[in-house]
T-cell receptor, first 116, second 116 residues
Framework: NAGVTQTPKFQVLKTGQSMTLQCAQDMNHEYMSWYRQDPGMGLRLIHYSVGAGITDQGEVPNGYNVSRSTTEDFPLRLLSAAPSQTSVYFC???????????????FGPGTRLTVL | AQKVTQAQTEISVVEKEDVTLDCVYETRDTTYYLFWYKQPPSGELVFLIRRNSFDEQNEISGRYSWNFQKSTSSFNFTITASQVVDSAVYFCALSVLVNRDDKIIFGKGTRLHILP
């Protein structure tokens, strides 16, 4: 199993450009999520999904879109990049636990994004 | 609302000392899960432990131990006889099921420096 894969590993954008960060998992996990990590801010949840066709907003959703057409893929789209979106982005997936809630998350290696 | 607080932003200890990382959580749910993750300097996020709200037994794994106390809403992590390889950022996380939409919330992390 490849686990959770993310592409690209590094990306530099100019302000106003759009792009999609790719995330895929091969563990048949229902739960997938995107986080951004900034110095001193920990991991902040951007969007998450509890299954194909279902997405919801996290703490910091503005400027980002997601979709979940398949169980495996959960791309994150930046519609018009801004310098404030310079960050490290992590995708994660998890399986459900009996009785509700979710198991530990498996994280991808991260994408380091710089917006100039 | 759910919240995870890691009040210690940064800790430095000399190798072989014991160190405790604090985690305080807030939730109104009676069923929830708590996690600890490690992020070494290489950047990946590594799962360490999961604990559910009905199991207050402390856990020990080698030099690592966890103290879960529902009365104080805390889930503290102790490293005994610390080693330089323990230097990392450690995150505490909380998972609850809210209206069938689960969220996994992270604290801001504690950066641990183990000095040789």
């Amino acid at each position: 199993n490849a686990g959770v894969t993310q592409t690209p590993k590094f990306q530099v954008l100019k302000t106003g450009q759009s792009m999609t960060l790719q995330c895929a998992q091969d563990m048949n996990h229902e739960y997938m999520s995107w986080y951004r990590q900034d110095p001193g801010m920990g991991l902040r949840l951007i969007h998450y999904s509890v299954g194909a066709g279902i997405t919801d907003q996290g703490e910091v959703p503005n400027g980002y879109n997601v979709s979940r057409s398949t169980t495996e893929d959960f791309p994150l789209r930046l519609l018009s990049a801004a310098p404030s979106q310079t960050s490290v982005y992590f995708c994660a997936s998890s399986s459900p636990l009996a009785g509700g809630s979710y198991n530990e998350q498996f994280f991808g290696p991260g994408t380091r994004l710089t917006v100039l | 609302a759910q919240k995870v607080t890691q009040a210690q932003t940064e800790i430095s200890v000399v190798e072989k000392e014991d160190v405790t990382l604090d985690c305080v959580y807030e939730t109104r749910d009676t069923t929830y899960y708590l996690f600890w993750y490690k992020q070494p300097p290489s950047g990946e996020l590594v799962f360490l432990i999961r604990r559910n709200s009905f199991d207050e037994q402390n856990e020990i794994s080698g030099r690592y131990s966890w103290n879960f106390q529902k009365s104080t809403s805390s889930f503290n992590f102790t490293i005994t006889a610390s080693q330089v390889v323990d230097s990392a950022v450690y995150f505490c996380a909380l998972s609850v099921l809210v209206n069938r939409d689960d969220k996994i919330i992270f604290g801001k992390g504690t950066r641990l420096h183990i000095l040789p």
